[in-house]
């Protein structure tokens, strides 16, 4: 990625993201919290201090209270939600869960999404499905281009995905006041309505969130309506859609029938159909009932919940950390308000049994569990609420560097995962500095993101590359094209020009960076989380 004067997101200033600015207030009367879900899209809308959710119609004119997060191809056009169902269902190559595409760590915005015989580039399908939903809301007067509009990612998603979101929806046409990380905005929910259970022996709240795809946890400090987040873990590859599968491969075996002897629609309708009947799973429920192929597969709950309770447990165990722990071992709860589950696929009835199993009655399920986050999300976008929220990154960050003269390579942890976030109010995320003479005609800046950072500041965990960055320190290679200075050989160099490296995590979580040469004052600014193509 190039300087920001190149960037389409560079209108992301210090304090501002894109469509926000000095006269943003006066510019809009619709304040709206969108939660971009794997599986479902759902809307939130500010009114007097309550915070309905959006209604949309289906192919069979019946009201839901979201848009399905699916994108199907049809006569070589792209179409999305229930009209991307109804092909589908008559045999239209069909997309589901483009969400976990984002949450690859080698993402960029021309990473290829297939869809029949056709491929086409992450960024368009999604620019493409959030003009989809922009399009659904202006059919009920919703006057998006004049709405202040808050979204969120996942806590755990790498800059990639997050610099990504903020480019499709403006893309496609909102203007973004704020990104959230979406647990964060489920702490304003619960907060909503379960004010009295916060006290000033209790604060915290720790959130729970099984969605579709992805499962975030955090946990979050309350004071009146301030909201500090004290860390966040999460999963890229669990949530609903893995018990979905799950529920299909049991009924796939007992069938007796191979999935690849399945045809696309059929896939679809089978995975459908195992959707449905987790989402009607009560405490009550001793069977679920699938019908294959005009054959009824009927499975017992307890042999699911069986093959479920892995998948549980893993969730359980990412939430481990950010519970303090006695002598005993066991969970030590006296600061803890209330665990908070939320995200569509909390309704599994395993989910809240086991979880009260360690942690008994303070957990608490949300009235509205798959709109939780949006809810959310409209509080934070509501001008009238005095709500605010100190977020902070879930990722370490970091840049590999040379040392002893060229001989090894070792480790800058510039970033923590407890790094403060800027806050869309105003205040200022965690700064860092760095300064050094250069050694080598140009610099190279291999930065990367990791799960953690251990005592002694190596990464630990996964570690996903995060951008590259090219930088002249001679300055006969400034006006050198930047793909063209990736091509010269790096040299080093006797008495090179000081260097100063200033990093800010911004309100999106975006961390940027200016590298400047203090000789003379020539600087280039970059927003991370794209890699140049």
């Given at each position: 990625?190039?300087?920001?004067?190149?960037?389409?997101?560079?209108?992301?200033?210090?304090?501002?993201?894109?469509?926000?600015?000095?006269?943003?207030?006066?510019?809009?009367?619709?304040?709206?919290?969108?939660?971009?879900?794997?599986?479902?899209?759902?809307?939130?809308?500010?009114?007097?201090?309550?915070?309905?959710?959006?209604?949309?119609?289906?192919?069979?004119?019946?009201?839901?209270?979201?848009i399905p997060?699916?994108?199907?191809?049809?006569?070589?056009?792209?179409?999305?939600?229930?009209?991307?169902?109804?092909?589908?269902?008559?045999?239209?190559?069909?997309?589901?869960?483009?969400?976990?595409?984002?949450?690859?760590?080698?993402?960029t915005?021309?990473?290829?999404?297939?869809?029949?015989?056709?491929?086409?580039?992450?960024?368009?399908?999604?620019?493409?499905?959030?003009?989809?939903?922009?399009?659904?809301?202006?059919?009920?007067?919703?006057a998006?281009?004049?709405?202040?509009?808050?979204?969120?990612?996942?806590?755990?998603?790498?800059?990639?995905?997050?610099?990504?979101?903020?480019?499709?929806?403006?893309?496609?046409?909102?203007?973004?006041?704020?990104?959230?990380?979406?647990?964060?905005a489920?702490?304003?929910?619960?907060?909503?309505r379960?004010?009295?259970?916060?006290?000033?022996?209790?604060?915290?709240?720790?959130?729970?969130?099984?969605?579709?795809?992805?499962?975030?946890?955090?946990?979050?400090?309350?004071?009146?309506t301030?909201?500090?987040?004290?860390?966040?873990?999460?999963?890229?590859?669990?949530?609903?859609?893995?018990?979905?599968?799950?529920?299909?491969?049991?009924?796939?075996?007992?069938?007796?029938?191979?999935?690849?002897?399945?045809?696309?629609?059929?896939?679809?309708?089978?995975?459908?159909?195992?959707?449905?009947?987790?989402e009607?799973?009560?405490?009550?429920?001793?069977?679920?009932?699938i019908?294959?192929?005009?054959?009824?597969?009927?499975l017992?709950?307890?042999?699911?919940?069986?093959?479920?309770?892995?998948?549980?447990?893993?969730?359980?165990?990412?939430?481990?950390p950010?519970?303090?722990?006695?002598?005993?071992?066991?969970?030590?709860l006296?600061?803890?308000?209330?665990?908070?589950?939320?995200?569509?696929?909390?309704?599994?009835p395993?989910?809240?049994?086991?979880?009260?199993?360690?942690?008994?009655?303070?957990?608490?399920?949300?009235?509205?569990?798959?709109?939780?986050?949006?809810?959310g999300?409209?509080?934070?976008?509501?001008?009238?609420?005095d709500y605010?929220?100190?977020?902070?990154?879930?990722?370490?960050?970091?840049?590999?560097?040379?040392?002893?003269?060229?001989?090894?390579?070792?480790?800058?942890?510039?970033?923590?995962?407890?790094?403060?976030?800027?806050?869309?109010?105003?205040?200022?995320?965690?700064?860092?500095?760095?300064?050094?003479?250069?050694?080598?005609?140009?610099?190279?800046?291999?930065?990367?993101?990791?799960?953690?950072?251990?005592?002694?500041?190596?990464?630990?965990?996964?570690?996903?590359?995060?951008?590259?960055?090219?930088?002249?320190?001679?300055?006969?290679?400034?006006?050198?094209?930047?793909?063209e200075?990736?091509?010269y050989?790096?040299?080093?160099?006797?008495?090179?020009?000081?260097?100063?490296?200033?990093?800010?995590?911004?309100?999106?979580?975006?961390?940027?960076?200016?590298i400047?040469?203090?000789t003379?004052?020539?600087?280039?600014?970059?927003?991370?989380?794209?890699?140049?193509?």
């Amino acid at each position: 990625m190039a300087a920001d004067t190149t960037n389409s997101l560079d209108t992301i200033h210090s304090g501002t993201l894109p469509g926000q600015g000095n006269d943003i207030e006066s510019m809009t009367d619709i304040d709206l919290g969108i939660d971009l879900g794997t599986t479902r899209t759902v809307v939130a809308r500010a009114d007097r201090g309550n915070y309905p959710v959006l209604s949309f119609g289906d192919e069979n004119g019946d009201e839901n209270d979201f848009i399905p997060s699916l994108t199907a191809l049809r006569d070589g056009e792209l179409i999305h939600g229930f009209a991307a169902r109804q092909a589908a269902r008559r045999g239209a190559p069909l997309l589901r869960s483009l969400k976990r595409a984002l949450a690859v760590p080698t993402l960029t915005a021309s990473t290829p999404v297939r869809l029949g015989e056709q491929s086409f580039s992450v960024l368009e399908v999604l620019t493409s499905y959030l003009r989809h939903v922009k399009a659904e809301l202006e059919k009920q007067n919703v006057a998006v281009d004049r709405a202040r509009v808050v979204v969120a990612v996942p806590a755990h998603a790498y800059g990639a995905q997050r610099l990504l979101t903020l480019e499709a929806f403006q893309q496609a046409g909102f203007r973004v006041a704020a990104m959230l990380n979406e647990p964060s905005a489920a702490g304003f929910e619960y907060t909503h309505r379960k004010a009295t259970t916060v006290s000033s022996r209790r604060t915290r709240v720790l959130v729970y969130d099984l969605g579709g795809g992805t499962f975030d946890t955090s946990l979050v400090d309350v004071v009146g309506t301030s909201h500090e987040v004290l860390a966040s873990h999460g999963l890229g590859d669990l949530g609903g859609d893995d018990v979905d599968l799950l529920i299909a491969t049991m009924v796939l075996n007992k069938a007796g029938i191979a999935e690849e002897d399945l045809s696309p629609a059929e896939l679809d309708d089978l995975l459908d159909q195992c959707r449905d009947a987790k989402e009607h799973l009560t405490p009550q429920s001793r069977r679920v009932l699938i019908v294959l192929r005009g054959q009824d597969i009927v499975l017992p709950v307890v042999d699911l919940y069986q093959s479920c309770s892995p998948l549980i447990e893993r969730s359980l165990a990412t939430m481990a950390p950010l519970v303090g722990r006695l002598d005993d071992g066991s969970p030590d709860l006296t600061d803890i308000a209330g665990v908070y589950l939320v995200g569509g696929a909390s309704g599994l009835p395993l989910v809240p049994r086991l979880l009260r199993e360690r942690f008994g009655r303070r957990v608490h399920r949300s009235p509205y569990p798959g709109a939780s986050t949006a809810i959310g999300l409209a509080i934070a976008a509501d001008r009238t609420s005095d709500y605010d929220l100190t977020d902070r990154l879930s990722r370490g960050f970091g840049v590999f560097r040379e040392a002893d003269g060229g001989h090894r390579l070792t480790f800058d942890s510039i970033l923590s995962p407890e790094s403060v976030q800027a806050s869309p109010g105003g205040r200022e995320g965690t700064v860092l500095t760095r300064e050094y003479d250069a050694a080598h005609n140009i610099g190279w800046y291999r930065f990367v993101e990791c799960a953690d950072v251990d005592e002694t500041g190596e990464p630990r965990g996964e570690i996903a590359p995060y951008q590259d960055i090219v930088f002249p320190f001679e300055a006969a290679l400034r006006d050198v094209d930047d793909q063209e200075l990736r091509t010269y050989s790096v040299e080093r160099r006797e008495h090179g020009p000081r260097i100063q490296e200033h990093y800010r995590i911004d309100e999106a979580g975006l961390v940027r960076v200016t590298i400047t040469d203090l000789t003379d004052g020539y600087s280039r600014r970059y927003v991370l989380g794209q890699r140049t193509e």
